[in-house]
């Protein structure tokens, strides 16, 4: 029986060798070319995410938003820390925040571009995160908690969650702005809004995960 199975591959190997698999000689449109021009983006990406894929980045939000929720209802009745691990030495503060500058330019420019190039705003607000978090680790934990207060910035975050999902039911809906012209800054409707929203949303998330950890776990 082994002589038949191995006599069996030996003949697939070689039909794979010899015989050229059919190829139909039909025409058909890229896939990509045709997300470009339906979603009015360069970036086909986000065409997929903000309008082919539109109901997924909506629940997408919507779980974020709740892990953030989550992350303060269960952190919420534990007692904080006094030591609050950070950099101390001069040169890794300097790095630190020449990072976090960094990463603040990069979170701006993947949210206003991020329909024009790679990015997006997950991609935003993760860079925005991270330039959030860098600024923690070398900052002290009481100015950072003010100013995420001063600023009102959970109210912010719910606001930017809130305009996201009307914007992506009136995309469902079938409500759009002008598309304009592919490759251009105001181009593609309503998705450069909705990556600015999600940036928000994101960057604005983290920040209160970040605040939260420091608080009650002493580290990030």
């Not at 029986?1 to 010899?18: C, E, F, R």
């Not at 701006?108 to 330039?131: Q, Y």
């Not at 910035?153 to 469902?172: D, N, Q, R």
């Given at each position: 029986m082994k002589w038949v199975y191995l006599i069996a591959g030996v003949a697939l190997y070689v039909k794979m060798l010899v015989m050229p698999n059919p190829i139909a000689e039909l025409w058909e449109p890229s896939i990509v070319e045709t997300i470009v021009q339906d979603s009015g983006v360069a970036n086909a990406v986000s065409g997929i995410i903000f309008?082919?894929?539109?109901?997924?980045?909506?629940?997408?939000?919507?779980?974020?938003?709740?892990?953030?929720?989550?992350?303060?209802?269960?952190?919420?009745?534990?007692?904080?820390?006094?030591?609050?691990?950070?950099?101390?030495?001069?040169?890794?503060?300097?790095?630190?925040?020449?990072?976090?500058?960094i990463a603040a330019l990069v979170s701006i420019e993947l949210a206003i571009r991020g329909h024009l190039s790679p990015g997006g705003g997950f991609a935003a607000g993760v860079a925005g995160g991270t330039a959030i978090g860098l600024i923690a680790i070398?900052?002290?934990?009481?100015?950072?908690?003010?100013?995420?207060?001063?600023?009102?910035?959970?109210?912010?975050?719910?606001?930017?969650?809130?305009?996201?999902?009307?914007?992506?039911?009136?995309?469902?809906?079938?409500?759009?702005?002008?598309?304009?012209?592919?490759?251009?800054?105001?181009?593609?409707?309503?998705?450069?809004?909705?990556?600015?929203?999600?940036?928000?949303?994101?960057?604005?998330?983290s920040w209160a995960v970040i605040l939260i950890f420091i608080r009650y776990r002493g580290l990030l």
């Amino acid at each position: 029986m082994k002589w038949v199975y191995l006599i069996a591959g030996v003949a697939l190997y070689v039909k794979m060798l010899v015989m050229p698999n059919p190829i139909a000689e039909l025409w058909e449109p890229s896939i990509v070319e045709t997300i470009v021009q339906d979603s009015g983006v360069a970036n086909a990406v986000s065409g997929i995410i903000f309008r082919n894929r539109l109901y997924d980045t909506v629940f997408e939000v919507v779980v974020f938003t709740l892990a953030v929720m989550g992350v303060r209802f269960l952190m919420g009745n534990e007692k904080p820390l006094t030591m609050i691990y950070q950099f101390n030495d001069q040169p890794s503060i300097v790095l630190a925040r020449l990072g976090a500058t960094i990463a603040a330019l990069v979170s701006i420019e993947l949210a206003i571009r991020g329909h024009l190039s790679p990015g997006g705003g997950f991609a935003a607000g993760v860079a925005g995160g991270t330039a959030i978090g860098l600024i923690a680790i070398t900052s002290p934990s009481e100015w950072m908690q003010n100013i995420y207060q001063r600023w009102r910035a959970a109210t912010w975050e719910k606001i930017s969650v809130l305009i996201f999902i009307i914007l992506a039911v009136m995309t469902l809906i079938g409500l759009q702005l002008p598309y304009g012209d592919i490759g251009t800054l105001l181009s593609g409707g309503m998705i450069p809004l909705l990556n600015i929203l999600v940036a928000i949303k994101v960057a604005l998330g983290s920040w209160a995960v970040i605040l939260i950890f420091i608080r009650y776990r002493g580290l990030l």
